[in-house]
């Protein structure tokens, strides 16, 4: 009983499909041997070879096309994109892509961790000598395309200028602060969304269509020395000449395409890969536009489509042939605006999220086109991005408007129904008639007012791995195979590691703004008001191994919100204490890595006027949780 998705309803072009595992393998050079990277102190972070089973033929526990897309994204090794431009795929979620320059090597989109990032230009210099980095593009904001910048580079070549770190206006404070507010949900849900934790085979991860899913190494960041801050800007680096389009709002909110005019290449970063992406991706995020998607990438063929005989992006491989270039482009662009297009159409005819993700398909074209299936995004959870972005979360009816929350309805769900046990025969009786989606719904109501229910989890394990198994899309099977994992096996968590770059690469606001959403509101309120000043000491940027430049803030706490201001309190109101502390500290204790009380105690930072304030104020914050259920309540 493996049901499909129900994102296409007519078969992609055969031809095409054939054609994908030829661009797939063509310009193989070399694999990484064994597949395998680990850490300084010999942990797993990335394992190519765990996916060789996808060398055989599509189970009964996997869909036929996300099974097809996983051994197109699973080949590993270096590759020749054409003379002079070299990527390492297989070795993260996105691609390392190499151009060769008059000394040595521009490196564009680092990967996700140093471990991984360094293993792929080891690799590449194994077979095209040992060249120095000479440059670093990040073509946008997203941590599998910066986070490996420290395996490739020493922070020192950057600040010096010797090696030009190339990114697209904006990076940096979105690079750093788009996990801030709510990166902890962000970063549970990837786990799901990624399905890292997941033992990889026929049953259980085989991909997440993007790429197989993210390494677990050491995420770093390194500020970008030149900003991309116009369409048309040209650069050259070491030999290399580089035209950019900017494409902010896209796939990422800093974003840009470029163009190598002399060898005839375009990158398209992520705005144009082998599967329909996300307009909002299962882990969270703000809403992306795909009316200015497909705008963006009108304007890439009108600039750069008769001059271009090879693209290629990010994630997945390449596609050679001007025409085939063009049909390619334009068929990314085409279901982007179609996407947009027919669901604001159905909006405006009365319909719902749920109702336009169950009614809108793509013309015959668009589905027969395997770039467009729904690996990574789907044509279901993305129309109701679109309902999302225009119309918010409520729909209309007043119905729901004041709805109980999971829990509270659950229970009187339940007692409707004839209580849990009565619930769990009838849905087992939707199982076995195969109607997984009624039985996933029902059931979690009786989790989610009985979560020890032992039957009700053996069955919805059951019933997410039956849906996981049928899914096309890779984030979809994730989900539903870690619910049914943590179902049966409890809370696995988040994994991967914490990034101190992305701290310290944080404006002084961003920071307090972190500490603003951690406050515990109601406890704020009842400890009354408080004046906190912070004078913040760090290296002045424009003076190399000068002096120290301090940054003061005021932080008022009332009626427990948090209200950062440069400078001085408003009116001149004399603060309750002041803390001078280095930059570094800061980071420190906004990573965990310390205390505030710690740091004062070991002198790192001084404390002026009542000290009881400043231990009042550091109790009244949240720690997030990790661990948090997403399955049970």
């Excluded at 055969?14 to 661009?23: L, P, R, S, V, Y």
């Amino acid at each position: 009983m493996t049901p499909s998705s129900p994102e296409h309803t007519s078969s992609p072009h055969a031809t095409d499909g054939e054609q994908d595992f030829a661009d797939a393998a063509r310009g193989f050079i070399a694999r990484l041997e064994p597949g395998s990277v680990h850490d300084a102190d010999g942990r797993l972070v990335w394992d190519a070879d765990a996916y060789a089973f996808l060398d055989e033929d599509c189970p009964p526990t996997a869909h036929p096309s996300l099974w097809r897309q996983s051994r197109l994204v699973a080949r590993q090794g270096l590759f020749e994109v054409v003379p002079g431009v070299y990527q390492v795929r297989g070795l993260d979620l996105s691609n390392i892509t190499f151009i060769e320059g008059r000394r040595g090597v521009i490196v564009v989109d680092p990967l996700i961790s140093t471990e991984v990032a360094a293993a792929a230009l080891g690799l590449y210099r194994s077979r095209r000598g040992d060249r120095p980095v000479t440059g670093v593009v990040h073509t946008h904001c997203h941590v599998d395309h910066f986070g490996g910048v420290r395996g490739i580079i020493d922070p020192a070549d950057a600040a010096s200028g010797r090696v030009p770190v190339i990114a697209p206006a904006g990076f940096l404070e979105h690079a750093a602060g788009e996990n801030v507010m709510t990166g902890p949900a962000m970063g549970r849900r990837s786990g799901y969304m990624y399905g890292a934790s997941l033992p990889k085979g026929p049953t259980g991860q085989i991909g997440c269509g993007l790429g197989q899913t993210t390494s677990l190494g050491s995420i770093s960041l390194i500020a970008p020395t030149l900003d991309v801050t116009a369409t048309g800007q040209t650069e050259t680096v070491d030999g290399v000449r580089m035209v950019f389009q900017l494409t902010p709002g896209t796939e990422a909110p800093a974003e840009m395409n470029f163009h190598l005019p002399e060898l005839r290449v375009l990158c398209v970063a992520e705005n144009a890969c082998h599967t329909l992406h996300n307009v909002l991706t299962l882990r969270g995020a703000l809403v992306r536009d795909p009316s200015a998607w497909a705008r963006y990438l009108t304007e890439t063929l009108s600039l750069y489509a008769d001059d271009t005989d090879v693209v290629f992006a990010s994630h997945h491989w390449p596609t050679w042939g001007q025409d085939r270039v063009v049909r390619f482009l334009e068929e990314q662009r085409d279901a982007y605006a179609f996407l947009h297009d027919q669901s604001v159409r159905l909006i405006n005819a009365g319909r719902t999220g749920a109702e336009i993700a169950e009614e809108l398909r793509f013309p015959p074209a668009l589905e027969r086109a395997w770039h467009i299936r729904g690996y990574y995004g789907s044509l279901s959870h993305n129309a109701k991005a679109v309902y999302q972005r225009y119309m918010g979360w409520f729909d209309g009816n007043p119905a729901h408007l004041w709805q109980h929350p999971p829990r509270a309805a659950a229970e009187r769900y339940v007692a409707f129904m004839g209580g849990a046990d009565a619930v769990v025969v009838k849905a087992r009786a939707s199982f076995e008639a195969g109607d997984l989606r009624w039985t996933a719904e029902v059931l979690s109501h009786v989790l989610f007012a009985q979560p020890d229910h032992a039957d009700a989890r053996d069955l919805q394990a059951a019933t997410f791995e039956q849906l996981g198994h049928g899914a096309e899309s890779g984030p979809w099977r994730n989900f539903y195979l870690m619910g049914a994992t943590e179902l049966r096996e409890g809370v696995v968590g988040t994994p991967g590691r914490g990034a101190p770059d992305i701290v310290a690469a944080l404006t002084v606001e961003q920071i307090f703004r972190s500490m603003a959403v951690r406050i515990n509101g109601p406890r704020a309120a009842a400890a009354g008001r408080m004046l906190l000043r912070w004078e913040i000491t760090a290296p002045d940027p424009a003076s190399s191994g000068g002096p120290c430049a301090t940054e003061a803030w005021t932080v008022l706490l009332s009626n427990g919100a948090l209200t950062p201001v440069r400078g001085d309190a408003p009116r001149g109101e004399d603060p309750d204490v002041t803390v001078r502390l280095p930059r570094t500290v800061l980071d420190a204790v906004t990573s965990r890595a310390t205390t505030l009380a710690d740091a004062i105690a070991r002198g790192l930072a001084e404390v002026e006027g009542d000290i009881r304030v400043l231990l009042t104020f550091g109790t009244l914050s949240d720690r997030p949780d990790p661990r948090f259920p997403i399955v049970t309540p």
